[in-house]
């Protein structure tokens, strides 16, 4: 069973998403709070972190959110998130999804899945915000830049991995590292068609 720690400034939205999480059965909250300090001193240790970005007043730092990943941590923002700055300050980070406050409990439930099996998530609600401003051209390694040459051009994971002679989990991680740097310069990157479409607009690949 994968386990959770849900980090909220309101009792009664922690309640609600250690319901909601638990009622899967394959979740368990293993603590819940109001600061992200038991996660960052290792007191708590938890496979996902629930998060959100402003607690008691204070706006989470980013720094923090790398500290929490860098223990081990999945983490997936719950806020109303809604400056396209601090959304790509997160993303780059670390984060693993950002899901909105008033999106409904099924798209939490399936950011949890997705992040679970490896996937990034952004939540459609807040692709908006995240993408309001310019987008710039990521800065990939040439390994990224591979991965994303054949997988742009209609490739599965698997055919990705045979032509590279790599696994499907390398290149995984690198569609993950890859959405992560897309996402943090403002580029959709959700869906296959959506890494082509960015990677062809910013000139990452030529057809």
Same mark, same amino acid.
């Given at each position: 069973?994968?386990?959770?720690?849900?980090?909220?400034?309101?009792? =009664? &939205?922690? %309640?609600? *998403?250690?319901?909601?999480?638990? +009622?899967?059965?394959?979740?368990?909250?293993?603590?819940? @709070?109001?600061?992200?300090?038991?996660?960052?001193?290792?007191?708590?240790?938890?496979?996902?972190?629930?998060?959100?970005?402003?607690?008691?007043?204070?706006?989470?730092?980013?720094?923090?959110?790398?500290?929490?990943?860098?223990?081990?941590?999945?983490? =997936? &923002?719950? %806020?109303? *998130?809604?400056?396209?700055?601090? +959304?790509?300050?997160?993303?780059?980070?670390?984060?693993? @999804?950002?899901?909105?406050?008033?999106?409904?409990?099924?798209?939490?439930?399936?950011?949890?899945?997705?992040?679970?099996?490896?996937?990034?998530?952004?939540?459609?609600?807040?692709?908006?915000?995240?993408?309001?401003?310019?987008?710039?051209?990521?800065? =990939?390694?040439?390994?990224?830049?591979?991965?994303?040459?054949?997988?742009?051009?209609?490739?599965?994971?698997?055919?990705?991995?045979?032509?590279?002679?790599?696994?499907?989990?390398?290149?995984?991680?690198?569609?993950?590292?890859?959405?992560?740097?897309?996402?943090?310069?403002?580029?959709?990157?959700?869906?296959?068609?959506?890494?082509?479409?960015?990677?062809?607009?910013?000139? =990452?690949?030529?057809?």
């Amino acid at each position: 069973m994968r386990t959770i720690a849900v980090i909220d400034d309101h009792a =009664l &939205v922690r %309640s609600g *998403l250690t319901r909601l999480v638990e +009622a899967q059965g394959d979740w368990s909250v293993v603590h819940c @709070g109001d600061s992200l300090e038991p996660l960052l001193t290792g007191a708590v240790q938890a496979d996902v972190c629930l998060l959100d970005l402003h607690l008691n007043g204070v706006d989470i730092e980013p720094t923090q959110i790398t500290q929490v990943v860098q223990r081990g941590s999945r983490v =997936l &923002v719950v %806020s109303a *998130l809604e400056s396209p700055q601090l +959304a790509r300050d997160v993303v780059a980070a670390g984060v693993d @999804g950002i899901v909105a406050k008033s999106d409904s409990d099924t798209a939490l439930i399936e950011a949890l899945n997705q992040i679970r099996d490896g996937q990034m998530v952004i939540s459609s609600l807040l692709a908006a915000t995240i993408l309001a401003e310019h987008s710039a051209k990521p800065n =990939l390694t040439g390994r990224e830049v591979d991965v994303l040459e054949l997988y742009a051009a209609g490739l599965t994971i698997g055919a990705v991995a045979r032509k590279l002679s790599i696994s499907e989990h390398t290149v995984k991680y690198y569609l993950r590292e890859i959405r992560r740097k897309f996402s943090a310069n403002g580029l959709r990157s959700t869906t296959q068609l959506d890494l082509a479409r960015s990677a062809d607009e910013v000139g =990452l690949i030529e057809w």
